[in-house]
């Protein structure tokens, strides 16, 4: 299965993959297995999932320094369990809308400083372990 983006962190059920996205930091945390849906994962995973999720949430936080984050579980086009965790900048071209919507201004694009991802691979290591 492809990963879907660089991958950042990795163990046996999940992935957390930087995803080429116009916005900074933008990640997706992934199911390895393929399900459709939370609800379709045993209550174990999905903890699991969630920790991931709220793991990456927190490192981007203290990494990049968004003004708001965004968590989302939509998995409209690609019917496959996983999280989009997206840092939302106050100069971004879509805030306030979600990051789907129609841009709403012109925006520069944001570059992360060097050494975001492994500072961020780093963290999600120390918070979850060492990546499979």
């Known amino acids: 299965m492809a990963p879907g983006g660089a991958v950042g962190w990795r163990d046996e059920r999940c992935r957390v993959v930087v995803a080429a996205e116009p916005f900074a930091g933008f990640c997706r945390v992934v199911w390895n297995a393929h399900v459709r849906e939370m609800t379709d994962l045993e209550p174990d995973d999905r903890a699991h999932l969630m920790r991931v999720v709220f793991a990456t949430e927190a490192a981007l936080r203290a990494l990049p320094v968004p003004d ?19 840092p ?42 060492t990546s499979a």
Do not use: C
């Open 68 to 86: 708001k984050m965004n968590l989302a579980d939509l998995g409209n086009a690609v019917p496959h369990e996983h999280w989009h965790v997206i």
């Open 88 to 129: 939302r900048f106050a100069e971004d071209s879509h805030l306030p809308q979600p990051a789907w919507s129609a841009p709403l201004r012109e925006a520069s694009a944001r570059v992360l400083p060097a050494g975001v991802a492994d500072a961020l691979a780093a963290r999600l290591a120390g918070e979850l372990g």
